[in-house]
């Protein structure tokens, strides 16, 4: 099977071990296991847990508890709408071979996770791009997806929050894109990874599966969670469309690991702790950050509204990969070029890090931006 080869994770696995400071990361930062379990209450009762667990396969499709845990994540879904897998970046690829056939028409918002095209296009769709733009706010228009949409349309594929732009739909124009869809009876997958570090209150948007019945969400435990290290994520859908996803699934997947299933659940029923720090972190941090480019000349943006991820403009005489090349040689700072998600003229920053290594980046980067800007 031919498939483009994935650009941001190709730049992530270059350089995320040898930076300094790494703001190209979209976790929130991820906490230790013992910070987990001490969140949950757990650490001196975890073994007695773990140890009696068979280390066979374990339920298939995920634990009824981790499933009840998921479902309890959305308004309208129950357990058997849940289907774990491994991480976001599983569900995805699951959803699409599922759906998606040679010839079909595919319309995604770009950019967005590279899974959402190219996965498309190695099956043999004819994958039609919306592009998100920053006059716009990084939203779609909503009058050119209408133009685009066929009777024979199979899917839209969204994200929202939206990586990298960290824009955010709203419910009304969710239901607004689930109206036209429902228009040609295609499906809407939407990749909510981020979803649940809203800037404003308590972070979570509406979810695609709880607004249509053909939405389907994926997410996972990694972003909001800061438990990349879990591997563990879902699709939340109608249970035909789990179903279809089964057959893939048994080839790739089997089931997930227990200790990460367990793990999940644990984080899942104690999430208010889990995401507590993600707000204080996604929100002090953007809020330092957009200090920081209100004061760099050289720099524009459209601000961030969820997520982890922002787009920059930087106005340096020079393409982004080269910029962020630049960057991390000469400071040791990573950011992600725009160029991996096929574009030109921005730079992709992950502000979810840790407060220090954020501040401490930033202040490289001032130094960075005048003495290139001075030449
Ligand atoms: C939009 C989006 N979807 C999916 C993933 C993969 O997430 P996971 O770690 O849950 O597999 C990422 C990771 O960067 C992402 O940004």
Request: charged content about 25%; hydrophobic content about 45%.
């Amino acid at each position: 099977m031919q498939i483009k080869p994935f650009g941001v994770e190709m730049w992530m696995n270059a350089y995320e071990t040898r930076c300094e400071l790494n703001l190209a990361e979209t976790c929130v930062d991820s906490i230790t296991l013992g910070a987990l379990l001490d969140m949950a209450g757990q650490r001196a009762t975890i073994l007695d847990e773990l140890l009696p667990i068979r280390l066979g396969y374990g339920d298939i499709e995920g634990s009824d508890r981790l499933r009840d845990a998921i479902a309890s994540l959305y308004a309208k879904q129950a357990r058997e709408n849940v289907l774990v897998c491994h991480g976001t970046i599983g569900a995805n690829a699951l959803v699409h071979q599922a759906l998606v056939s040679r010839g079909d028409h595919v319309i995604a918002v770009v950019p967005t996770y590279q899974q959402h095209t190219s996965i498309p296009e190695s099956l043999g769709a004819e994958v039609e791009l919306l592009w998100l733009r920053a006059e716009d706010g990084y939203l779609p228009d909503l009058a050119a997806l209408k133009a685009m949409l066929r009777p024979t349309t199979k899917l839209i594929a969204l994200n929202n929050p939206n990586n990298p732009t960290g824009a955010l739909m709203d419910r009304a124009m969710l239901a607004e894109i689930a109206a036209l869809a429902g228009a040609v009876g295609a499906w809407i997958l939407c990749d909510e990874v981020y979803r649940g570090v809203d800037q404003q209150g308590d972070g979570f948007t509406a979810s695609m599966a709880d607004l249509y019945e053909k939405g389907i969400s994926t997410a996972g435990m990694s972003k909001a969670y800061s438990l990349a290290g879990l591997r563990l994520g879902w699709i939340v859908g109608p249970r035909a469309l789990l179903d279809a996803a089964n057959i893939h699934r048994d080839y790739s997947t089997i089931s997930v690991g227990r200790i990460d299933d367990h793990l999940a659940a644990l984080a899942l029923e104690h999430r208010d702790k889990i995401l507590a720090r993600a707000h204080k972190i996604t929100r002090d941090n953007l809020a330092i950050l957009a200090d920081w480019v209100a004061g760099e000349q050289r720099v524009r943006w459209v601000k961030p509204k969820s997520g982890t991820t922002a787009l920059l403009k930087v106005d340096l005489p020079m393409p982004s990969r080269d910029l962020c090349l630049a960057l991390l040689d000469e400071e040791g700072v990573m950011l992600t070029p725009d160029s991996a998600f096929d574009m030109e003229g921005t730079v992709r920053m992950g502000y979810a890090c840790g407060t220090d290594v954020l501040r401490q980046g930033l202040e490289r980067m001032t130094r960075f931006l005048a003495r290139k800007g001075n030449r």
